[in-house]
């Protein structure tokens, strides 16, 4: 695998789209044969009824008197959109989960879906990186929710753990993103067509399936897992961070995008690494590209010529101030991204709402859909450190709206919680927008938005639900909700740390 190299940013725009900076795009494939998976088709269908449904995870929750022992919320969707009322509170005390909710699990703190045994309904899969196993301290774990006609539940879980060797803070669990990497069987590649999970520690990224000829709910790894030595910039190491799927080249499977920061000798630095899907797992090992930013990454097919292209929004050391993202665009071959991005946005970008001050954290978090029905996928970025007035880290949300050569400022907003219409005021230390999700609930082919703020309340967390219409992201109609509200404890859970993508 090669290691991660510096791609310089050219200066020379062939194009200016609103302010943020393009290079000429390929053109658009008259068929692709494998298309975009990054955003139309969220796996989070957790009871069958073609509705997108919401996991979320509140991982510093007090449970049973443990603290920070945490949680996971999810909410089933329907033609009547996103519901408080038909749910499910997840946590280690639930019936039938492994283990006990125990202080400083952090249960929740990152969360995942994908249809595992590919019977219809899709899974949930929960990490708990600070779980302490054979007397190690946050060793982590994970859990695994089968989807069934009534939803998830904790009866059948499965509990997965590093199989080779536990290690103190090595914080399994930490990103988790499933999709069809590999063929659980290379020799019959279109057999078992079953998502397979990829799984963060600090420092390994693990592949689990169930192998052929044994039961599909009996998860293994696969693999003995990718170093973060191998990935890391000449000179320093590297700690995992996030994932991403989508399809960046033209084959049939789902490639990852596996991003982080810096350690070592130049501590904090951005950077992003891919790797293309293939009939086997051995051959993950084939690089699919290096490039800057990090640690927040999304796929979606954002100029709009079914392929996917991945967003990388950069908060690290060196990068713009105040944060920035940066698209890659697929060329519409087997290669794969193109190495140099497409467009590089900030808030200082012509027609970006906003002034890039140090601290924000613009681009911090990401997600992608379709906000005013255009079928074109927009983008949603959190700014947790955005301060508002004189307001320090109360946090922001920012769409920028798809248009046929990739994102545009034409029509681009902001929100906070001081913007009229949006329940609530802004506070320090919110950090609303410390994770978003672009969310099509009723299947109305309009993305409401889901901000959530975990230090609203001094560390309780509250989500914003914030509606669609057709001329994008609307805060008329917002509202909020809680742990609470969907019947989980309260005591400082920071209700929203995660949301799945």
């Not at 062939?14 to 943020?20: I, P």
């Amino acid at each position: 695998m090669r290691h991660i190299k510096s791609a310089a940013l050219t200066a020379a725009a062939l194009l200016s789209l609103g302010g943020g900076t393009i290079i000429a795009a390929p053109a658009a494939q008259a068929a692709v044969p494998f298309p975009s998976i990054g955003w139309q088709h969220h796996n989070c269908d957790y009871d069958g009824n073609g509705f997108d449904d919401v996991l979320i995870g509140a991982p510093a929750a007090t449970v049973s008197g443990a603290k920070a022992a945490g949680y996971v919320t999810v909410q089933y969707s329907s033609s009547s959109g996103l519901s408080t009322t038909r749910k499910s509170v997840l946590q280690q005390n639930t019936s039938g989960v492994p283990g006990a909710a125990e202080a400083g699990d952090g249960f929740g703190g990152a969360v995942a879906s994908g249809d595992l045994d590919n019977d219809g309904y899709d899974d949930a899969i929960v990490g708990i990186p600070g779980e302490d196993l054979a007397g190690l301290s946050d060793t982590g774990g994970a859990t695994v929710f089968w989807g069934s006609p009534t939803g998830l539940h904790g009866s059948d879980s499965t509990w997965l753990q590093d199989p080779d060797q536990l290690r103190a803070g090595s914080n399994f669990g930490l990103g988790i993103e499933a999709a069809r990497y590999f063929a659980p069987d290379p020799a019959a590649p279109d057999a078992n067509l079953r998502d397979s999970i990829a799984l963060l520690e600090n420092d390994t990224l693990l592949f689990f399936t169930a192998a052929p000829e044994a039961p599909a709910r009996q998860l293994k790894v696969v693999d003995t897992g990718v170093r973060a030595r191998d990935m890391s910039p000449k000179e320093t190491g590297f700690a995992f961070r996030s994932l991403s799927h989508g399809n960046y080249n033209e084959d049939s499977w789902a490639d990852l995008a596996i991003s982080g920061v810096t350690t070592g000798d130049q501590p904090g630095i951005g950077a992003t690494q891919v790797l293309h899907g293939a009939p086997s797992v051995e051959e993950l090992g084939d690089d699919g590209g290096a490039f800057e930013g990090g640690p927040a990454v999304v796929s979606s097919d954002f100029n709009h010529d079914g392929q996917d292209d991945l967003a990388i929004g950069d908060t690290g050391v060196g990068s713009p101030v105040g944060g920035s993202v940066s698209v890659y665009l697929g060329k519409g071959d087997l290669s794969g991204l193109d190495p140099t991005p497409a467009q590089t946005w900030t808030q200082d970008s012509p027609g970006v709402p906003g002034t890039a001050e140090a601290g924000d954290r613009w681009g911090s978090e990401l997600s992608s859909g379709d906000t005013d029905g255009d079928g074109r996928p927009d983008l949603a970025i959190g700014a947790p450190g955005e301060d508002v007035g004189s307001v320090p880290d109360a946090g922001a949300v920012w769409t920028l709206r798809g248009a046929p050569g990739g994102l545009t400022a034409t029509g681009a907003r902001s929100f906070d919680q001081n913007s009229a219409g949006i329940p609530g005021a802004a506070e320090a230390s919110d950090h609303w927008g410390g994770q978003v999700r672009l969310i099509d609930a009723d299947k109305d082919g309009l993305f409401g938005l889901l901000a959530a703020a975990p230090g609203e309340n001094t560390g309780d967390g509250i989500v914003w639900v914030i509606p669609a219409s057709s001329s994008g992201l609307i805060a008329k109609g917002s509202w909020t909700y809680d742990g609470p509200r969907l019947g989980a404890p309260v005591s400082h859970g920071r209700f929203g740390t995660a949301i799945d993508e």
